[in-house]
């Protein structure tokens, strides 16, 4: 079965620079979330989008911006990059209901 | 507010039962998810429980009270692959799941 699609799987960047994470959810799944998770942490909702519409908003720093595409696949766009940044990025889909999501593998990204 | 609280670590032996326990405190609460995290890995869906009671998945059963703001997770018959992180998770009427702090289960021969 299709599972969410994550890229890159890691990525390196330096403080301040900019970072892009894509996500490809499951076909036919109408929600899209991004979770923040740092070390020993639980995972942090950041932002959701139904329907390429955004739908519901966490702990998204203003440097944060996200957006769904026509084709259904999202981007995390991050900018000004700090240390505290880096974690795990999971994106994670659902069908009519928040409450079971999947996950995709996630992005680990490390700002140096 | 919104917070959810377990159990830090659990550790048990093989073929042993364990039961991780969740309290919450919210409001406008549609129900209780449970979520089973590998070291590395990203968060697996295990169960879900809108009404009180119990469901069961195979090894895998959750609880719910709803009065009692409590929920649980048993797992049976452990297996050493079983240990992991296990987070409860709430859901609400907007498309957000909010997370447990994680019990981290640790399976012994």
């Known amino acids: 079965a299709a599972g969410v699609i994550q890229s890159p799987r890691h990525l390196i960047k330096e403080k301040r620079e900019t970072a892009t994470l894509k996500c490809y959810p499951i076909?036919?799944?109408?929600?899209v979330y991004w979770y923040q998770q740092g070390p020993g942490q639980d995972p942090q909702f950041l932002i959701s989008?139904?329907?390429?519409?955004?739908?519901d908003k966490g702990s998204i720093p203003d440097r944060f911006s996200a957006q769904q595409f026509s084709d259904y696949h999202s981007e995390l766009n991050m900018s000004s990059l700090e240390l505290g940044d880096s974690a795990l990025y999971f994106c994670a889909s659902s069908r009519k209901s928040p409450s079971e999501q999947y996950f995709g593998p996630g992005t680990r990204l490390t700002v140096t | 507010g919104q917070s959810l609280e377990q159990p830090s670590e659990v550790t048990a032996v093989e073929g042993a039962i364990v039961q991780i326990n969740c309290t919450y405190q919210t409001s406008g609460f549609y129900g209780l998810s449970w979520y089973q995290q590998h070291d590395g890995g990203a968060p697996t869906f295990l169960s879900y429980?809108?009404?009180?009671g119990l469901e069961e998945t195979g090894r895998f059963s959750s609880f719910l009270s709803r009065s009692d703001s409590y929920g649980y997770l048993l797992l049976q018959e452990l297996q050493m692959k079983d240990s992991a992180s296990y987070f409860c998770?709430?859901?609400?009427?907007?498309?957000?799941?909010?997370f447990g702090t994680g019990t981290r289960l640790q399976v012994f021969p």
């Open positions: 998770a709430v859901s609400y009427n907007t498309d957000k799941l909010i």
């Open positions: 989008f139904y329907e390429k519409m955004q739908s």
């Open positions: 429980n809108a009404l009180d």
């Open positions: 076909p036919r799944h109408d929600t």
